[in-house]
């Protein structure tokens, strides 16, 4: 089972920066960047098809966002700039179950493996 270790998170005020850091046990097919607001559904920020360096950004994050790997490392990053108030939650680093040559593609849906999050709050 692949383990995900996420870091990084803290509190920044609106317009600051905060670079996350993901150290996973293996590659999968889809990698990728979620989150999850107090009282709202966990939802997609980045997906992530290592093998194509292909990367879907949720609409919400596109331009502030970028992602990035160390493959040395098995580390992925999230770097986010220009933080809003909007953006305060707890951000999971996330893999699907398929090696990293299968085919086809990254839906939110194929997520199935998780880390334990790391807090990100953002004050305006």
């Known amino acids: 089972q692949v383990q995900l270790v996420e870091s990084g998170g803290g509190s920044v005020q609106a317009g600051g920066s905060l670079r996350l850091s993901c150290v996973l046990s293996e590659y999968t097919h889809c990698m990728g960047w979620f989150r999850q607001a107090p009282g709202k559904a966990r939802e997609g920020v980045v997906a992530i098809y290592p093998n194509f360096k292909t990367t879907y950004y949720a609409e919400s994050v596109r331009g502030r966002f970028t992602y990035s790997q160390d493959r040395a490392k098995n580390t992925l990053y999230l770097q986010m700039d220009s933080l809003k108030p909007e953006d305060t939650a707890m951000y999971y680093c996330?893999?699907?179950?398929?090696?990293?040559?299968?085919?086809?593609?990254?839906?939110?849906?194929?997520?199935?493996?998780w880390g334990q999050g790391t807090q990100v709050t953002v004050s305006s």
């Open positions: 996330a893999s699907d179950s398929l090696p990293q040559w299968s085919g086809g593609g990254c839906p939110w849906s194929a997520y199935n493996h």
